[in-house]
């Protein structure tokens, strides 16, 4: 049966996620999703029944593509490096994807995240995102040996949210201008004054 292919399924999603970036909500209906995946007129409809589901096809497939990322970006502070140092480089490093090669990615997270506030369906499956991240979040700093506490993690998540939301809806920003916003994000987060060198 054609609606138990997951192959064609994450192809759907991906044409979703494609879709919601290049034109926001309203481009975002079966036949432009059976165009941009390059399949027959019918075939999104015959997975995702009805607007709803489209949208949280799309939300699921964020998840597990930030999780895979995650995983693939975790890394253990390597010997003589401060922690903090890290800390800041890894948090840039995500930064400057998600200006490039993850632009897509993160405009439609911006866009399911304005809907889910009108649609629970959608709401419920981007908690997912936001437990992932928050869970990844307390272990990465356990990996790197930071006394972060809790309330830091979420401050740390805040913040770099609201940098994410302006360089991937905003123009182009320069890589160096990305690392000092990473290094203020760390330093407020964690409470710490920046330390001399550091803007």
């Known amino acids: 049966m054609a609606r138990s292919n997951p ?3 994450r192809e759907l999603a991906d044409a979703v ?6 034109d926001g909500l309203r481009g975002v209906t079966h036949r432009a999703v059976d165009a941009r995946a390059q399949v027959p007129t019918g075939t ?15 939300a699921h497939r ?4 930030q999780l895979d990322d995650m995983v693939a970006g975790s890394t253990h502070t390597p010997d003589g ?16 994807a998600a200006t490039s090669s993850h632009r897509d990615r993160y405009r439609a997270i911006f866009e399911l995240q304005l809907e ?7 709401a419920g499956a981007l908690e997912g995102l936001a437990a ?19 309330q830091a993690v979420g401050r740390l998540m805040t913040l770099s949210g609201g940098v994410l939301f302006v360089l991937v809806t905003g123009p182009p920003v320069a890589v160096e201008e990305i690392r000092s916003l990473a290094r203020g994000i760390v330093h407020g987060a964690l409470g710490a004054e920046p330390r001399p060198g550091d803007d």
């Open 44 to 58: 999104a409809s015959n997975y995702f029944p009805d607007h709803d589901a489209l949208l949280v096809a799309a």
């Open 116 to 122: 889910s506030r009108r649609r629970p369906a959608v």
């Open 7 to 9: 192959q064609r399924r």
């Open 132 to 150: 992932t991240a928050a869970t990844f979040t307390g272990a990465l700093h356990r990996d790197l040996d930071l006394p972060v506490p809790e």
């Open 81 to 96: 490096v401060d922690p903090i140092d890290h800390l800041t480089a890894l948090l840039a490093g995500s930064l400057v």
């Open 62 to 65: 964020i998840v597990d593509l």
């Open 17 to 22: 996620v494609a879709l919601l970036a290049a």
